[in-house]
């Protein structure tokens, strides 16, 4: 599976962004999905996922209430809806593909097998 994140940009502190990742080749119901990102200097970390039968979700307590995970099996699509914008959540964000026999997903970046190349989050204080 091929993954195509966009939705990235600059925004000011409070503001909101919607990314989407979009998958071709295969279908994305087969797939537990995460989202990551990486700020300059950084490790990448884990941001939010959602299970292949979109039953559950997770996410890191520094976007917990800010931020969710929704996906849509029709349009073969994830998206990360990111509200109340803060400096620290400026990163490159990717969303990735997990094919594991796993039933939820997880926080752990060994266990996605599929990346999208990033689209940069910009938040201006």
């Known amino acids: 599976v091929q993954l195509q994140a966009s939705g990235g940009g600059w925004v000011q502190t409070g503001g909101s962004l919607r990314l989407s990742c979009v998958a071709s080749?295969?279908?994305?119901?087969?797939?537990?999905m995460g989202w990551f990102r990486q700020a300059p200097g950084k490790e990448r970390e884990f941001v939010a996922a959602?299970?292949?039968?979109?039953?559950?979700?997770r996410y890191a307590d520094s976007v917990k209430g800010r931020f969710a995970v929704s996906r849509d099996v029709a349009k073969n699509t994830v998206w990360l809806q990111m509200n109340s914008l803060k400096p620290e959540d400026t990163a490159v964000y990717y969303c990735?593909?997990?094919?594991?026999?796993?039933?939820?997903?997880?926080?752990?970046?060994?266990?996605?097998?599929?990346w999208g190349q990033g689209t940069l989050v910009t938040v201006s204080s």
């Open positions: 959602i299970s292949r039968s979109a039953g559950s979700t």
């Open positions: 080749g295969r279908t994305l119901s087969n797939y537990n």
């Open positions: 990735a593909g997990d094919y594991g026999p796993r039933s939820r997903a997880t926080d752990n970046t060994y266990d996605y097998d599929y």
